[in-house]
T-cell receptor, first 115, second 109 residues
């Protein structure tokens, strides 16, 4: 089966610019996650969607980050304006459902460098 | 607080040696514990989960609630085991994952 698709793979922007990332989950997966992985750290959940509703966005810096999942399929994550500390790999993942701890499948990530 | 600690950033062993990657967690309820692995230039993928109690690629992990640990073990390391290993905790109810910082396993010939 096709995996989680993310684009772009790499992005370099200047601080205070805006950037958007796109994710296409595995077909039929109701739950979609965005994780931020800073160099040397494990992934940290930014936001979790169940279909097109937000389940958990407690660690999303809402003053600059936003995410949406229109029609419960694809999702976009936006940063505006970007800061130097936003440099990280942004991982999208999907799973079948919200309960029962079904396996999460990860995309290859988008590496963001803010200069 | 929900937290996963992997005390070793790097574990370096020779082929054929036993491997133990340490993971300790902090969670007040009954968590689900996982090990994820990332091979070079590949995406993060599930290696094993404690509820399955299975051995994957020769790796096993036992949940020790008394010590709040979920160490990953393999009796004889292979060069292809070289990768980044992440221990993760999922609180009850929803599938979000709380990851440790990861341990890089380097298996030398």
């Amino acid at each position: 089966e096709a995996g989680v698709a993310q684009s772009p793979r790499y992005k370099i922007i200047e601080k205070r610019q805006s950037v958007a990332f796109w994710c296409n989950p595995i077909s039929g997966h109701a739950t979609l996650y965005w994780y931020q992985q800073i160099l040397g750290q494990g992934p940290k959940l930014l936001i979790q969607f169940q279909n097109n509703g937000v389940v958990d966005d407690s660690q999303l810096p809402k003053d600059r980050f936003s995410a949406e999942r229109l029609k419960g399929v694809d999702s976009t994550l936006k940063i505006q304006p970007a800061k130097l500390e936003d440099s990280a790999v942004y991982l999208c993942a999907s799973s079948l459902g919200s309960q029962g701890n079904t396996e999460a499948f990860f995309g290859q990530g988008t590496r963001l460098t803010v200069v | 607080a929900q937290r996963v600690t992997q005390p070793e950033k790097l574990l370096s062993v020779f082929k054929g040696a036993p491997v133990e990657l340490k993971c300790n967690y902090s969670y007040s309820g009954s968590p689900e514990l996982f090990w994820y692995v990332q091979y070079s230039r590949q995406r993060l993928q599930l290696l094993l989960r404690h509820i399955s109690r299975e051995s994957i690629k020769g790796f096993t992990a036992d949940l020790n609630k008394g010590e709040t640990s979920f160490h990953l073990k393999k009796p004889f390391a292979q060069e292809e085991d070289s990768a980044m290993y992440y221990c993760a905790l999922s609180p009850g109810g929803y599938n979000k994952l709380i990851f440790g910082a990861g341990t890089r396993l380097a298996v030398h010939p």
